[in-house]
């Protein structure tokens, strides 16, 4: 399933997510990321029918500690990820969706926080 589309050399990891978008936001370079995660928020973005915005996807040591991440937080270990989404009406349908997907899920402001971290506590929510 992965392409190098022309238009940008982007590479095309499941049919709406990008290699990129799970890029260290520090600009290092790094963006190693576990596919089963990608794959399940292509199977949520199939059913929410919208785009997912990645707001934070794999991050670097340095980048992680800079934005206070825990110590071992599954962002360093290419299973975590970001999702944005502000409007109230959306995060209500967004949160059961993911239920479907993920065993671990952080509900914020304005972003959900999901993993596939096996190493941790599975079904929490927080």
Not at 54 to 81: D, E, L, M
Request: proline share 2%; charged share 30%; with cysteine.
């Amino acid at each position: 399933m992965n392409e190098t589309v022309e238009a940008g050399t982007r590479e095309k990891l499941t049919e709406n997510f990008y290699r990129d978008e799970f890029a260290c936001k520090c600009g290092c370079g790094e963006d190693r990321i576990d596919m089963k995660l990608v794959i399940k928020l292509q199977k949520v973005r199939d059913e929410f029918g919208r785009s997912l915005k990645v707001t934070s996807g794999c991050r670097c040591p340095a980048h992680n500690k800079r934005v206070k991440g825990s110590r071992f937080s599954a962002h360093t270990f290419y299973v975590a990820a970001d999702i944005y989404c502000a409007d109230s009406s959306a995060r209500w349908v967004l949160l059961k969706l993911l239920q479907n997907e993920f065993k671990r899920i952080g509900v914020y402001t304005e972003w959900f926080h999901v993993d596939i971290d096996v190493t941790k506590p599975q079904e929490v929510l927080w």
